[in-house]
C-alpha cells in the first residue's frame, strides 16, 4: 500500500507491506539512526517524534503514520550542524556504544519541546524509557540538563 | 516481529469500524495505541482496523461527571486540566505509572482497559473511581451502545468481547483517591496495584493482581465497609484493622514473578497506604 | 630508557620507566577527555552497526530453536518447508558437518570444552538450535521455520546443577566427541573442575581464634546489550567471504569459523564495525557461523539478527553459582584462613566454564593476606541457557561471597567493618597468592602489586558518603536505612596470554594512520588508543585516525575482554608510536643534515607535531612527510608494535551505599552510590568515569531486580524487556565516581583497567547494606522485595517467640 507522510520535513509516498512497522519502513528508506533493540516497545532504541511526540516506532505500523509527522534522529542534525543535544551527548561523554543515544535524543528533544526547563525528575523520566547498559544515565542526564541549563525560560527549542 | 497482516483499515465512524470488526471474524483486531501489537499472540492477526480517526478523544466535563474518549492517551491523562482535582488523583497516578513516556504517547484509555490481564494500574483506579464504560456492539446488524458499569472479576474480559470502548465516564463530586502500586524497578507492570476513593460519603476500594488464570480485578467490599465507617473518625489501630480485612478478600495470585502470599501481603500493605491517602493521614509510620 | 621487549621469554616485565604520578601533569593528550573519536556519528544516528548494510540479494535467517530441554532429534522434514516461497537455504545436523567446537571467544587454544556443534543431533536446552532457514524476506523465513516438522525424543531434563552432580542424572554430553581439560568429566556432567591449596591450609584453620562458613547463591544475568547479536557476510569480488559481525574478538572468530566452516583463514575476512555493546555477550561465535554457512552454500549475501528474546534465551548468560566461603581469623583481627568452594552452572554448553570460574577466585581470594588458600570447583553442565562471559567475568559472583562473609567477620569480631579490611587488605608490594595456580587454563606467571591505592580508596568513599552518619541513620519504623560498603580488585589483562598490536603511518599534513586490532564495543578504546598515539607523537588526538578491528587490515589483537584493551594494546600502541617518533627525528636529522644544517641527533624532541632543535629550529612532520614521499631519502615512516605483559596490575577500588529499605513491601531503594576507583592514571577520565557508573548501574540490577526466571520445563519465563528488569534512569541513585590515581610502572602513561571492577561491587555492597538497615544478612541475589519481606516476617516471627 501507498502511505504519503511527512519525514524530516519533506512529504514521502513510500510503498509498504500492511505489517511493516515504521522503523523497518524508516530504515528501508535509508534512515538507520532509527535501531532495532527490543521490537516490543520497551527500549527506545527506535523512537521516533510522530507529530513531535516521542512514540516507539516498533510499535507504530508505517501505515499508521500516513497523514503523520515524522522526525528521526537524522531530522534533527547532521555533520555540519547538530542540534545541541546531540553536541551535549558528545561534549559530555554521554555516549559509549552510542546504540540508544538517537533515541535518548529524541526522547530529550520532546521533552525539551515542551518543558525547556525540565527538573532532573522529569529528564530522568524522559530517559526511563531508554535501557542503557553501558552509561548508567548519569552522563545522559546531565548532557540533557546541559542543554536545558542553555534554555532561556519558556522558549522551546 | 513477524505480522501475517494483511490488511490495514482506517474507518472514520464507530459504525464502519464495527461493521468491518464482524465481518472479519476473529482474525480483525482493534488497534488504538498499539502498545501489545507486537506481542507474540498479535502474529497470526491477519487485518487490524485502526480507530484513530474515529471522534473518540474528547475530554467532556460536566458538573457531576467527565467523559474521557477512548482514545484519550494516557500521556494527555497525566496533564489534562479537567484531572486536576483530589478525587482523581488515582486516574492520574495510574497513568503515570504505566511503562514510559513512549509509551503513554501511544497507550489510550481504551486499549489498557481492552488488553488489561490483571497487569494494569489504570483499571484499579477506573474501578474505584466508580468508572461506567459506554460500550457499542453490533447487535443484529444494529450499532447499540450502552452505558455499563466497569465490569470486574474472572468475567471481566468477557464481558468486552466484541464490544468497542468509546468512552469513560466518571462520576464527580468531593472526595479523594490514591492508587498505590509497586514494581521491582521504576519501570515494571505493577506485582500488586491497589486504588482507593473516597466519593459519597463512601470508601471505594479495588485491586488488580496478576496470576496465571486468575487475572483478577475486584472490589473489595467488605474493607470498604470498614473503611467507609472511618471517614468520620477512625481507630488509633485502623491501619492493623484494615490490613486484617484486605487480607481477608485479596486474591492470593502467584506467577514467575512473586508467590501468591507476597502479593496478597503487599496487596494489603498498598491497601492501607491508599487509604491513608485518602483520609489524609502518614501512609508509613 | 624503555625497553621494548614485551612479551619476552624470560617474563621480564615492560615498563614505561620510572614513572610516577609527577610526569602526569606534563602529559597532553593523556589525563584528558576529549570528545571521542566516534561520539559524533553515532548522536548523529549514522548506520554503523553489523545490522546497518543492506546488499543486492541478501538472505533473511531465522532459526527454529528447540521447545524441549532435552531431547535427541529423531527426524527433521523440512519439505514443506522448502516449498515456502522465497526459501533458499535450510541448514539443520543432517546437512552440516558436525565438527566440535567451543563457541568461547577465547585464545588458541580456547580453556572452554569442546562440546558444541553447528548443529546437533541433540538438543540441550529450550532455545538450542535445530535448524535455520535463510530466505529472501525475514517473514519468508519465518513462515518456512514454522513448516519445519521435527520428530524429537524427549529425554528427562535436569535443571540444578546440585542433581547434575548424582550419580544417574541424564548425561547431558553423551557425544564421543566432545573433550575438555582435565577435570572435565561429561559423564558426570562435569565441564570444569579444579582444586588448589596454597599453604597448608587445615594447619591454618585449626590455628584460627574463629572461623566462620557460609553459603551464598547467585543468579543468571542476562547482557542485555541493546544491540543484539548481528551478522552480514557476503562474498567480495576475489570471492573470499566477508563477515561483518558484532563482536568482541574478530580475530578469533575468523580462526574458529575456518575451522568449524573448513574454510582456509585466508578465504575470510573478519570485519567489526561499530559495536553496540558487548558486555562479554559478544566474545562468542554465536551466531556468524550461520549466515557464513548460507554464503558460502548461495552465493548470496545472507544476515542473522536475534531478536531480543532470542537473545536472553538463546546467546549467553553470566554463570550461576552456588558458593561456600569459609575463613578463619584470629581475635586481633587477623585472617589466617580463606577457602572458598564454588558449584556453578553453565548450562547446556561449557563456554568459559572453567576460567569464569577460576576468576571468581582469583579477583577475589587474594584481595586480603592470609596464611593459607584454599579453592575447590566444579563446573556442571544443566538443561538451561548457556552461560559465558559476562563483564567481571566471575568476578561479581565471587565479590558477593567474599565481601559479605568480610562483614560478616567484623561483626563476629566487633570490628568495624572498614577498619577489619583496612587491616587484612593487600598493599604495595604484596604477592598475588594465587596467581600461578590459577593461570589462563594452565599455570599463570607469579604477579606482585605495585601500584596500589586501596587506602585512599576507602578513605575517600568513606568522605563521600559521609561513612560518620552510618550509627545515625534511622533504623527503626517502617523504612529504614543503613550503609555498605566492599573493597574490590580486578585484573589488567589475561597475564602471559592477551596480545595486542598496532600499526601507524605518517602522511603529508602530519596525521596519522592508526591500525589496530583491538574491538571498541563502546568503551572508548577507540578514543584512548588515539590519546596514546597522539600523547607518544606529541600531536593532538584530532591528528590520529583509528581504525580497528578488520582481520585484512589490521593486526591481530586478542580481543575486547579480560580489561585487556587500554593495558595490553595501549602499549602497543605506544611501542608503535614511539618507533615512528624516533624515525622521524632520523629523519629530520637527515634533512637538517642534507641541507647542510646537521644536528645532534640525540638532542631531538618532538614536541607539537614537529621535530624541535634545542637551537629553535623545527622541522613539521608534515615537511617531514613530504620531503620523505618525494624529495630526499624516500620511504614511508611507519612502524608497528606488539604488546604481551606477564604482569596483570589489579585495579582496587572500594564502593559505598546508602539504601532504605520499606519493611513493608521488601522494596529496597538505593539512595547513593559511590565507587572509588584507583585504575592507575585515567587515560581519558570521563571515559573512566562512565564505565564505572554503567558497570555499576548494570550490578545493581544484578543486585537487586534482574531475575531471570523458568518454568519446571527449563523455559525461560523473563525472554524480553518487559519482564526482565534492569536499572531505568528513575532507578538510578545519587552517583559519584572518584577516580584515585596512581601510577602503573607497567601499563601505557601509568594505566591500568577500569572497565570491569565496577561490576563487582553493588551485589555486596548493598547486601551489606541492607543489613545494616534492617539487621538482617541476606545471602542470595537478586534481593527481591519477596526476599527482604519473607526474611523480615521471618525475624519479626523469631522475634516474637524469644
Same mark, same amino acid.
Given at each position: 500500500?501507498?502511505?504519503?507522510?511527512?519525514?524530516?520535513?519533506?512529504?514521502?509516498?513510500?510503498?509498504?507491506?500492511?505489517?511493516?512497522?515504521?522503523?523497518?519502513?524508516?530504515?528501508?528508506?535509508?534512515?538507520?539512526?532509527?535501531?532495532?533493540?527490543?521490537?516490543?516497545?520497551?527500549?527506545?532504541?527506535?523512537?521516533?517524534?510522530?507529530?513531535?511526540?516521542?512514540?516507539?516506532?516498533?510499535?507504530?505500523?508505517?501505515?499508521?503514520?500516513?497523514?503523520?509527522?515524522?522526525?528521526?534522529?537524522?531530522?534533527?542534525?547532521?555533520?555540519?550542524?547538530?542540534?545541541?543535544?546531540?553536541?551535549?551527548?558528545?561534549?559530555?561523554?554521554?555516549?559509549?556504544?552510542?546504540?540508544?543515544?538517537?533515541?535518548?535524543?529524541?526522547?530529550?528533544?520532546?521533552?525539551?519541546?515542551?518543558?525547556?526547563?525540565?527538573?532532573?525528575?522529569?529528564?530522568?523520566?524522559?530517559?526511563?524509557?531508554?535501557?542503557?547498559?553501558?552509561?548508567?544515565?548519569?552522563?545522559?542526564?546531565?548532557?540533557?540538563?546541559?542543554?536545558?541549563?542553555?534554555?532561556?525560560?519558556?522558549?522551546?527549542? | 516481529?513477524?505480522?501475517?497482516?494483511?490488511?490495514?483499515?482506517?474507518?472514520?465512524?464507530?459504525?464502519?469500524?464495527?461493521?468491518?470488526?464482524?465481518?472479519?471474524?476473529?482474525?480483525?483486531?482493534?488497534?488504538?495505541?498499539?502498545?501489545?501489537?507486537?506481542?507474540?499472540?498479535?502474529?497470526?492477526?491477519?487485518?487490524?482496523?485502526?480507530?484513530?480517526?474515529?471522534?473518540?478523544?474528547?475530554?467532556?466535563?460536566?458538573?457531576?461527571?467527565?467523559?474521557?474518549?477512548?482514545?484519550?492517551?494516557?500521556?494527555?491523562?497525566?496533564?489534562?486540566?479537567?484531572?486536576?482535582?483530589?478525587?482523581?488523583?488515582?486516574?492520574?497516578?495510574?497513568?503515570?505509572?504505566?511503562?514510559?513516556?513512549?509509551?503513554?504517547?501511544?497507550?489510550?484509555?481504551?486499549?489498557?482497559?481492552?488488553?488489561?490481564?490483571?497487569?494494569?494500574?489504570?483499571?484499579?483506579?477506573?474501578?474505584?473511581?466508580?468508572?461506567?464504560?459506554?460500550?457499542?456492539?453490533?447487535?443484529?446488524?444494529?450499532?447499540?451502545?450502552?452505558?455499563?458499569?466497569?465490569?470486574?472479576?474472572?468475567?471481566?474480559?468477557?464481558?468486552?468481547?466484541?464490544?468497542?470502548?468509546?468512552?469513560?465516564?466518571?462520576?464527580?463530586?468531593?472526595?479523594?483517591?490514591?492508587?498505590?502500586?509497586?514494581?521491582?524497578?521504576?519501570?515494571?507492570?505493577?506485582?500488586?496495584?491497589?486504588?482507593?476513593?473516597?466519593?459519597?460519603?463512601?470508601?471505594?476500594?479495588?485491586?488488580?493482581?496478576?496470576?496465571?488464570?486468575?487475572?483478577?480485578?475486584?472490589?473489595?467490599?467488605?474493607?470498604?465497609?470498614?473503611?467507609?465507617?472511618?471517614?468520620?473518625?477512625?481507630?488509633?489501630?485502623?491501619?492493623?484493622?484494615?490490613?486484617?480485612?484486605?487480607?481477608?478478600?485479596?486474591?492470593?495470585?502467584?506467577?514467575?514473578?512473586?508467590?501468591?502470599?507476597?502479593?496478597?501481603?503487599?496487596?494489603?500493605?498498598?491497601?492501607?497506604?491508599?487509604?491513608?491517602?485518602?483520609?489524609?493521614?502518614?501512609?508509613?509510620? | 630508557?624503555?625497553?621494548?621487549?614485551?612479551?619476552?621469554?624470560?617474563?621480564?616485565?615492560?615498563?614505561?620507566?620510572?614513572?610516577?604520578?609527577?610526569?602526569?601533569?606534563?602529559?597532553?593528550?593523556?589525563?584528558?577527555?576529549?570528545?571521542?573519536?566516534?561520539?559524533?556519528?553515532?548522536?548523529?544516528?549514522?548506520?554503523?552497526?553489523?545490522?546497518?548494510?543492506?546488499?543486492?540479494?541478501?538472505?533473511?535467517?531465522?532459526?527454529?530453536?528447540?521447545?524441549?530441554?532435552?531431547?535427541?532429534?529423531?527426524?527433521?522434514?523440512?519439505?514443506?518447508?522448502?516449498?515456502?516461497?522465497?526459501?533458499?537455504?535450510?541448514?539443520?545436523?543432517?546437512?552440516?558437518?558436525?565438527?566440535?567446537?567451543?563457541?568461547?571467544?577465547?585464545?588458541?587454544?580456547?580453556?572452554?570444552?569442546?562440546?558444541?556443534?553447528?548443529?546437533?543431533?541433540?538438543?540441550?536446552?529450550?532455545?538450542?538450535?535445530?535448524?535455520?532457514?535463510?530466505?529472501?524476506?525475514?517473514?519468508?523465513?519465518?513462515?518456512?521455520?514454522?513448516?519445519?516438522?521435527?520428530?524429537?525424543?524427549?529425554?528427562?531434563?535436569?535443571?540444578?546443577?546440585?542433581?547434575?552432580?548424582?550419580?544417574?542424572?541424564?548425561?547431558?554430553?553423551?557425544?564421543?566427541?566432545?573433550?575438555?581439560?582435565?577435570?572435565?568429566?561429561?559423564?558426570?556432567?562435569?565441564?570444569?573442575?579444579?582444586?588448589?591449596?596454597?599453604?597448608?591450609?587445615?594447619?591454618?584453620?585449626?590455628?584460627?581464634?574463629?572461623?566462620?562458613?557460609?553459603?551464598?547463591?547467585?543468579?543468571?544475568?542476562?547482557?542485555?546489550?541493546?544491540?543484539?547479536?548481528?551478522?552480514?557476510?557476503?562474498?567480495?569480488?576475489?570471492?573470499?567471504?566477508?563477515?561483518?559481525?558484532?563482536?568482541?574478538?574478530?580475530?578469533?572468530?575468523?580462526?574458529?569459523?575456518?575451522?568449524?566452516?573448513?574454510?582456509?583463514?585466508?578465504?575470510?575476512?573478519?570485519?567489526?564495525?561499530?559495536?553496540?555493546?558487548?558486555?562479554?555477550?559478544?566474545?562468542?561465535?554465536?551466531?556468524?557461523?550461520?549466515? $557464513? @554457512?548460507?554464503?558460502?552454500?548461495?552465493?548470496?549475501?545472507?544476515? =542473522?539478527? /536475534?531478536? +531480543? #528474546? *532470542?537473545?536472553?534465551?538463546?546467546?549467553?548468560?553470566?554463570?550461576?553459582?552456588?558458593?561456600?566461603?569459609?575463613?578463619?581469623?584470629?581475635?586481633?583481627?587477623?585472617?589466617?584462613?580463606?577457602?572458598?568452594?564454588?558449584?556453578?552452572?553453565?548450562?547446556?554448553?561449557?563456554?568459559? $566454564? @572453567?576460567?569464569?570460574?577460576?576468576?571468581?577466585?582469583?579477583?577475589? =581470594?587474594? /584481595?586480603? +593476606? #592470609? *596464611?593459607?588458600?584454599?579453592?575447590?570447583?566444579?563446573?556442571?553442565?544443566?538443561?538451561?541457557?548457556?552461560?559465558?562471559?559476562?563483564?567481571?567475568?566471575?568476578?561479581?559472583?565471587?565479590?558477593?561471597?567474599?565481601?559479605?562473609?568480610?562483614?560478616?567477620?567484623?561483626?563476629?569480631?566487633?570490628?568495624?567493618?572498614?577498619?577489619?579490611?583496612?587491616?587484612?587488605?593487600?598493599?604495595?608490594?604484596?604477592?598475588?597468592?594465587?596467581?600461578?595456580?590459577?593461570?589462563?587454563?594452565?599455570?599463570?606467571?607469579?604477579?606482585?602489586?605495585?601500584?596500589?591505592?586501596?587506602?585512599?580508596?576507602?578513605?575517600?568513599?568513606?568522605?563521600?558518603?559521609?561513612?560518620?552518619?552510618?550509627?545515625?541513620?534511622?533504623?527503626?519504623?517502617?523504612?529504614?536505612?543503613?550503609?555498605?560498603?566492599?573493597?574490590?580488585?580486578?585484573?589488567?589483562?589475561?597475564?602471559?596470554?592477551?596480545?595486542?598490536?598496532?600499526?601507524?603511518?605518517?602522511?603529508?599534513?602530519?596525521?596519522?594512520?592508526?591500525?589496530?586490532?583491538?574491538?571498541?564495543?563502546?568503551?572508548?578504546?577507540?578514543?584512548?588508543?588515539?590519546?596514546?598515539?597522539?600523547?607518544?607523537?606529541?600531536?593532538?588526538?584530532?591528528?590520529?585516525?583509528?581504525?580497528?578491528?578488520?582481520?585484512?587490515?589490521?593486526?591481530?589483537?586478542?580481543?575486547?575482554?579480560?580489561?585487556?584493551?587500554?593495558?595490553?594494546?595501549?602499549?602497543?600502541?605506544?611501542?608503535?608510536?614511539?618507533?615512528?617518533?624516533?624515525?622521524?627525528?632520523?629523519?629530520?636529522?637527515?634533512?637538517?643534515?642534507?641541507?647542510?644544517?646537521?644536528?645532534?641527533?640525540?638532542?631531538?624532541?618532538?614536541?607539537?607535531?614537529?621535530?624541535?632543535?634545542?637551537?629553535?629550529?623545527?622541522?613539521?612532520?608534515?615537511?617531514?612527510?613530504?620531503?620523505?614521499?618525494?624529495?630526499?631519502?624516500?620511504?614511508?615512516?611507519?612502524?608497528?608494535?606488539?604488546?604481551?605483559?606477564?604482569?596483570?596490575?589489579?585495579?582496587?577500588?572500594?564502593?559505598?551505599?546508602?539504601?532504605?529499605?520499606?519493611?513493608?513491601?521488601?522494596?529496597?531503594?538505593?539512595?547513593?552510590?559511590?565507587?572509588?576507583?584507583?585504575?592507575?592514571?585515567?587515560?581519558?577520565?570521563?571515559?573512566?568515569?562512565?564505565?564505572?557508573?554503567?558497570?555499576?548501574?548494570?550490578?545493581?540490577?544484578?543486585?537487586?531486580?534482574?531475575?531471570?526466571?523458568?518454568?519446571?520445563?527449563?523455559?525461560?519465563?523473563?525472554?524480553?524487556?518487559?519482564?526482565?528488569?534492569?536499572?531505568?534512569?528513575?532507578?538510578?541513585?545519587?552517583?559519584?565516581?572518584?577516580?584515585?590515581?596512581?601510577?602503573?610502572?607497567?601499563?601505557?602513561?601509568?594505566?591500568?583497567?577500569?572497565?570491569?571492577?565496577?561490576?563487582?561491587?553493588?551485589?555486596?555492597?548493598?547486601?551489606?547494606?541492607?543489613?545494616?538497615?534492617?539487621?538482617?544478612?541476606?545471602?542470595?541475589?537478586?534481593?527481591?522485595?519477596?526476599?527482604?519481606?519473607?526474611?523480615?516476617?521471618?525475624?519479626?516471627?523469631?522475634?516474637?517467640?524469644?
Amino acid at each position: 500500500m501507498k502511505i504519503e507522510l511527512k519525514v524530516n520535513g519533506k512529504d514521502v509516498a513510500w510503498d509498504c507491506a500492511p505489517h511493516e512497522f515504521l522503523t523497518e519502513a524508516l530504515r528501508r528508506h535509508g534512515l538507520l539512526g532509527t535501531k532495532r533493540g527490543c521490537e516490543s516497545g520497551d527500549c527506545g532504541a527506535c523512537s521516533v517524534l510522530l507529530d513531535g511526540e516521542e512514540v516507539p516506532s516498533c510499535l507504530v505500523l508505517a501505515a499508521q503514520a500516513a497523514g503523520h509527522e515524522v522526525t528521526t534522529s537524522e531530522g534533527l542534525g547532521d555533520f555540519a550542524a547538530p542540534h545541541p543535544l546531540q553536541q551535549a551527548f558528545v561534549d559530555h561523554t554521554a555516549i559509549q556504544c552510542g546504540f540508544c543515544t538517537p533515541g535518548m535524543v529524541i526522547a530529550a528533544k520532546a521533552l525539551l519541546d515542551v518543558e525547556p526547563r525540565p527538573s532532573e525528575h522529569a529528564v530522568r523520566e524522559c530517559l526511563a524509557g531508554h535501557p542503557c547498559r553501558c552509561t548508567g544515565y548519569v552522563k545522559p542526564i546531565q548532557a540533557v540538563l546541559a542543554v536545558a541549563a542553555t534554555n532561556a525560560g519558556g522558549e522551546a527549542r | 516481529m513477524y505480522l501475517a497482516l494483511q490488511r490495514y483499515s482506517r474507518p472514520s465512524t464507530v459504525h464502519e469500524c464495527l461493521e468491518l470488526l464482524h465481518a472479519q471474524g476473529g482474525r480483525a483486531a482493534l488497534l488504538s495505541g498499539g502498545t501489545d501489537l507486537n506481542a507474540r499472540e498479535h502474529e497470526a492477526l491477519t487485518h487490524v482496523i485502526d480507530l484513530q480517526a474515529l471522534p473518540l478523544a474528547e475530554v467532556r466535563a460536566s458538573a457531576d461527571s467527565l467523559r474521557l474518549g477512548a482514545r484519550v492517551t494516557l500521556a494527555r491523562l497525566r496533564r489534562e486540566p479537567a484531572l486536576a482535582r483530589p478525587e482523581l488523583a488515582a486516574l492520574r497516578e495510574a497513568a503515570g505509572a504505566y511503562a514510559v513516556v513512549a509509551l503513554q504517547n501511544r497507550a489510550t484509555l481504551g486499549g489498557r482497559i481492552m488488553v488489561d490481564r490483571g497487569t494494569e494500574d489504570l483499571p484499579t483506579a477506573l474501578v474505584a473511581l466508580g468508572a461506567e464504560l459506554e460500550l457499542a456492539r453490533r447487535v443484529d446488524g444494529q450499532i447499540v451502545t450502552e452505558r455499563e458499569p466497569y465490569p470486574v472479576g474472572q468475567r471481566a474480559r468477557a464481558a468486552l468481547e466484541g464490544a468497542l470502548v468509546c468512552a469513560v465516564v466518571l462520576p464527580l463530586g468531593t472526595g479523594r483517591s490514591a492508587l498505590r502500586r509497586f514494581g521491582r524497578t521504576a519501570v515494571d507492570q505493577p506485582l500488586a496495584s491497589v486504588a482507593a476513593a473516597s466519593r459519597a460519603g463512601a470508601i471505594h476500594l479495588a485491586a488488580n493482581v496478576q496470576g496465571p488464570g486468575a487475572a483478577d480485578l475486584r472490589t473489595l467490599p467488605r474493607s470498604e465497609a470498614l473503611a467507609s465507617a472511618w471517614l468520620a473518625g477512625r481507630p488509633a489501630d485502623w491501619r492493623a484493622q484494615a490490613r486484617v480485612a484486605l487480607l481477608g478478600e485479596l486474591a492470593a495470585c502467584e506467577d514467575p514473578w512473586a508467590s501468591g502470599d507476597y502479593r496478597r501481603d503487599l496487596s494489603a500493605t498498598l491497601g492501607v497506604r491508599a487509604l491513608a491517602a485518602v483520609f489524609g493521614e502518614p501512609e508509613i509510620v | 630508557m624503555n625497553k621494548p621487549i614485551a612479551g619476552a621469554p624470560d617474563g621480564e616485565a615492560w615498563d614505561t620507566g620510572a614513572g610516577s604520578l609527577g610526569e602526569v601533569d606534563r602529559y597532553t593528550a593523556v589525563g584528558k577527555s576529549p570528545e571521542r573519536v566516534d561520539a559524533m556519528k553515532l548522536a548523529l544516528g549514522k548506520g554503523t552497526y553489523a545490522d546497518d548494510v543492506a546488499l543486492e540479494g541478501m538472505l533473511h535467517l531465522k532459526l527454529l530453536w528447540s521447545p524441549h530441554a532435552h531431547a535427541r532429534i529423531v527426524s527433521i522434514d523440512t519439505r514443506e518447508a522448502e516449498k515456502e516461497p522465497g526459501v533458499r537455504c535450510i541448514l539443520h545436523h543432517g546437512n552440516v558437518a558436525r565438527i566440535p567446537y567451543t563457541t568461547a571467544g577465547q585464545g588458541h587454544p580456547e580453556p572452554s570444552p569442546y562440546d558444541t556443534f553447528i548443529f546437533d543431533r541433540k538438543v540441550r536446552f529450550v532455545g538450542d538450535r535445530v535448524a535455520c532457514v535463510a530466505a529472501d524476506s525475514p517473514e519468508a523465513a519465518a513462515r518456512a521455520v514454522a513448516k519445519i516438522k521435527v520428530a524429537y525424543e524427549v529425554l528427562p531434563a535436569v535443571l540444578d546443577p546440585r542433581q547434575a552432580l548424582l550419580p544417574g542424572a541424564p548425561v547431558i554430553h553423551d557425544e564421543p566427541e566432545a573433550t575438555g581439560l582435565p577435570g572435565f568429566d561429561k559423564a558426570r556432567n562435569i565441564a570444569a573442575a579444579m582444586e588448589v591449596d596454597h599453604g597448608d591450609v587445615d594447619a591454618a584453620f585449626a590455628r584460627a581464634d574463629l572461623v566462620l562458613e557460609r553459603a551464598y547463591s547467585v543468579p543468571y544475568q542476562a547482557h542485555c546489550a541493546l544491540e543484539p547479536h548481528s551478522a552480514v557476510t557476503w562474498l567480495d569480488e576475489d570471492d573470499r567471504l566477508v563477515v561483518r559481525v558484532a563482536t568482541q574478538v574478530p580475530f578469533h572468530s575468523r580462526r574458529i569459523l575456518a575451522r568449524i566452516l573448513e574454510v582456509p583463514v585466508q578465504r575470510i575476512r573478519v570485519v567489526k564495525p561499530r559495536i553496540g555493546g558487548g558486555f562479554g555477550g559478544k566474545q562468542e561465535i554465536l551466531l556468524e557461523d550461520l549466515p $557464513a @554457512l548460507v554464503t558460502l552454500r548461495t552465493r548470496r549475501p545472507a544476515r =542473522l539478527v /536475534l531478536t +531480543r #528474546a *532470542e537473545e536472553i534465551v538463546s546467546s549467553r548468560l553470566r554463570h550461576p553459582q552456588l558458593l561456600r566461603w569459609k575463613s578463619g581469623v584470629m581475635k586481633d583481627g587477623r585472617l589466617v584462613a580463606q577457602e572458598l568452594e564454588v558449584l556453578a552452572n553453565t548450562g547446556a554448553y561449557g563456554a568459559h $566454564a @572453567l576460567t569464569v570460574q577460576t576468576c571468581t577466585a582469583g579477583k577475589t =581470594l587474594p /584481595l586480603y +593476606r #592470609a *596464611e593459607a588458600y584454599r579453592f575447590l570447583m566444579k563446573t556442571v553442565y544443566t538443561n538451561l541457557p548457556v552461560a559465558g562471559a559476562f563483564r567481571g567475568y566471575g568476578g561479581p559472583q565471587g565479590f558477593v561471597a567474599l565481601e559479605s562473609h568480610m562483614d560478616e567477620l567484623a561483626g563476629m569480631l566487633g570490628m568495624d567493618p572498614v577498619e577489619f579490611r583496612r587491616r587484612n587488605v593487600v598493599g604495595p608490594g604484596d604477592e598475588n597468592a594465587l596467581a600461578q595456580a590459577l593461570g589462563e587454563g594452565k599455570e599463570g606467571p607469579p604477579q606482585r602489586f605495585r601500584s596500589c591505592a586501596m587506602q585512599e580508596c576507602i578513605d575517600r568513599g568513606m568522605a563521600a558518603i559521609d561513612w560518620a552518619r552510618r550509627p545515625t541513620l534511622p533504623r527503626t519504623g517502617t523504612v529504614r536505612r543503613g550503609m555498605g560498603m566492599s573493597c574490590l580488585m580486578h585484573g589488567s589483562g589475561i597475564p602471559g596470554v592477551d596480545m595486542g598490536s598496532a600499526r601507524v603511518k605518517l602522511n603529508e599534513d602530519g596525521s596519522f594512520n592508526l591500525h589496530v586490532g583491538a574491538t571498541d564495543i563502546g568503551t572508548g578504546s577507540d578514543t584512548i588508543l588515539s590519546q596514546i598515539a597522539a600523547e607518544t607523537l606529541a600531536v593532538p588526538v584530532g591528528k590520529i585516525v583509528i581504525y580497528s578491528s578488520d582481520t585484512d587490515h589490521t593486526p591481530f589483537d586478542t580481543g575486547a575482554y579480560a580489561s585487556s584493551t587500554t593495558y595490553i594494546t595501549g602499549v602497543s600502541v605506544k611501542k608503535a608510536c614511539e618507533g615512528v617518533r624516533r624515525q622521524l627525528e632520523d629523519a629530520a636529522a637527515e634533512m637538517w643534515r642534507h641541507g647542510g644544517d646537521p644536528c645532534d641527533r640525540a638532542a631531538l624532541v618532538v614536541k607539537d607535531g614537529a621535530v624541535c632543535r634545542p637551537d629553535g629550529q623545527r622541522l613539521s612532520y608534515a615537511d617531514i612527510c613530504l620531503s620523505t614521499f618525494y624529495t630526499h631519502d624516500q620511504h614511508q615512516i611507519m612502524d608497528h608494535g606488539s604488546h604481551m605483559s606477564f604482569e596483570c596490575p589489579p585495579p582496587f577500588a572500594a564502593h559505598f551505599a546508602e539504601v532504605e529499605v520499606d519493611t513493608e513491601t521488601g522494596g529496597v531503594k538505593v539512595l547513593k552510590y559511590v565507587a572509588a576507583t584507583d585504575c592507575g592514571v585515567a587515560i581519558h577520565p570521563k571515559s573512566c568515569e562512565g564505565q564505572t557508573e554503567g558497570g555499576c548501574v548494570q550490578a545493581m540490577g544484578y543486585a537487586l531486580s534482574e531475575d531471570l526466571t523458568f518454568d519446571a520445563a527449563g523455559r525461560t519465563l523473563t525472554d524480553g524487556f518487559r519482564h526482565y528488569k534492569q536499572f531505568s534512569s528513575l532507578d538510578l541513585p545519587e552517583f559519584q565516581t572518584i577516580l584515585v590515581p596512581s601510577f602503573e610502572p607497567s601499563g601505557p602513561y601509568g594505566a591500568k583497567s577500569v572497565s570491569e571492577i565496577p561490576a563487582d561491587g553493588p551485589g555486596p555492597t548493598l547486601l551489606n547494606a541492607i543489613a545494616d538497615a534492617i539487621g538482617i544478612r541476606i545471602r542470595e541475589l537478586p534481593i527481591t522485595p519477596e526476599k527482604v519481606r519473607r526474611a523480615w516476617l521471618a525475624k519479626q516471627a523469631e522475634e516474637a517467640r524469644s
